[in-house]
């Protein structure tokens, strides 16, 4: 299957913990990619690879897995965090690309 | 500034044609490999197609497959996606993306901030 499933919604409290999770078979070949986007903006690249994170990210975003599930962390959610995160993966095939269809966390 | 720049949105009827532009300013991407994502407004991202950093070699969609093509001119450090027989579906903000492709993952690293195609009669 070349689907990545995501938890359609999230929240947290003001400097918890959240863990967001991506499934899918072709995690078994790739990592997943994450992306936040915020309204009105393009998505931003936030953990790549094993657990790579671009400068300018901060070290609370963090990423792990286990099997054919890739997880985003956020330790000490901070408000600014509020945003739609995408994961992303090549398919089974490796010759295409595949988002999930994107989590909403909100930062209470 | 290092940014992706696109152009060429706006709107189109059924059945019409278009063609997008992408070109980076303040970075060469003709080392890298290159990608166009959509994204109807109010949903999710959805990747379009790619094209290699030496042309070699293309894929798309299959959703746009025969319909989009994607290209790439080195020499004016530009990305293209001519859009034929379009479609309302196809009716999405479009962007224009460098990759840094590796054998286990591909970071899409820098994004442009997005054109919009708009396919209505």
């Known amino acids: 299957s070349s689907d990545l499933t995501q938890d359609p919604a999230v929240s947290v409290a003001l400097g918890q913990t959240v863990r967001i999770t991506c499934q899918g078979d072709s995690l078994r070949l790739y990592y997943a990619t994450w992306y936040q986007q915020k309204p009105g903006q393009a998505p931003v690249l936030v953990i790549y690879?094993?657990?790579s994170r671009p400068s300018g990210i901060p070290d609370r975003f963090s990423g792990s897995r286990s099997g054919n599930t890739d997880f985003l962390t956020i330790t000490g959610a901070q408000a600014e965090d509020e945003a739609d995160y995408y994961c992303?993966?090549?398919?089974?095939?490796?010759?295409?690309?595949?988002f999930g269809g994107g989590t909403k966390l909100t930062v209470l | 500034e290092v940014q992706l720049v696109e152009s060429g949105g706006g709107l189109v009827q059924p059945g019409g044609s278009v063609r997008l532009s992408c070109a980076g300013s303040?970075?060469?991407?003709?080392?890298?490999?290159m990608h166009w994502v959509r994204q109807t407004p109010g949903r999710g991202l959805v990747w379009v197609s790619r094209i290699k950093n030496d042309e070699s070699d293309t894929s798309y969609a299959d959703s746009v497959k025969g319909r989009f093509t994607i290209s790439r001119d080195k020499a004016k450090n530009t990305l293209y996606l001519q859009m034929n027989s379009l479609r309302a579906e196809d009716t999405a903000v479009y962007y224009c993306?460098?990759?840094?492709?590796?054998?286990?993952?591909?970071?899409?690293?820098?994004w442009g901030q997005g054109t919009m195609v708009t396919v209505s009669s």
């Open positions: 992303k993966s090549r398919d089974s095939s490796g010759n295409q690309w595949v």
């Open positions: 993306v460098r990759a840094i492709t590796m054998i286990t993952h591909d970071a899409f690293d820098i």
């Open positions: 303040g970075l060469n991407f003709s080392s890298f490999w």
């Open positions: 690879g094993r657990n």
